[in-house]
């Protein structure tokens, strides 16, 4: 996953240490997919959809290190990987600052527009997406938006 950094310049990770909405992570966000873009314009760029706070290993630390494993062996396959990992400290931190930015928001907020402006070209489930209600519902965008959809083995997650 060291490799995906290079995209996340200093600023951005300040930005998203700083940020108090989801509005704010997507700006970020919407830069690092643009510059990814731009380097390899010709590759899909893929991510990995799965439990993180509900489902999978039942603890968002365990479910956390089984994105970056599975992220790691996406990259090592050849791949094209966005990753959400260096998101996550502060998405949690903003969804758990006020009630009103719980449910659904995260999801509408900030993965929609993403997939919606088709910077994702393909979404890798792990094992186990469907007991998860983010991932569920990304799947459920994935389909309705037509994005190609692969389902990982087992062999991505396990130690």
């Known amino acids: 996953m060291r490799a995906l950094l290079k995209y996340y310049s200093e600023a951005n990770l300040r930005e998203l240490r700083e940020a108090k909405s989801y509005a704010e992570l997507l700006f970020v966000a919407i830069e690092i ?16 959809c799965g ?6 290993k039942g603890s968002r630390q365990a479910n956390l290190e089984i994105f970056s494993r599975a992220i790691d062996r996406l990259l090592a396959d050849g791949l094209f990987v966005f990753s959400q990992m260096p ?10 600052s006020s009630p009103e930015l719980q449910g659904l928001r995260l999801l509408e907020e900030f993965y929609l527009p993403i ?5 994702i070209n ?11 209600v983010g991932a569920s519902w990304e799947h459920e965008q994935a389909e309705r938006l037509g994005i190609p ?3 990982l083995a087992q062999s991505y997650i396990d130690d």
Do not use: H
Not at 51 to 56: C, E, K, L, V, Y
Not at 87 to 96: A, G, P, Q, V
Not at 115 to 119: D, G, Q, S, T, V
Not at 122 to 132: D, R, T
């Open 33 to 48: 997919l643009q510059t990814m873009r731009e380097e390899s314009f010709s590759r899909p760029l893929a991510m990995v």
């Open 51 to 56: 439990p993180i706070s509900t489902g999978g």
């Open 87 to 96: 998101f996550e400290n502060d998405m949690e931190r903003i969804y758990n």
């Open 115 to 119: 997939f919606e402006m088709r910077f």
């Open 122 to 132: 393909l979404m890798c489930f792990l094992p186990g997406w469907e007991k998860s």
């Open 149 to 151: 959809i692969i389902y």
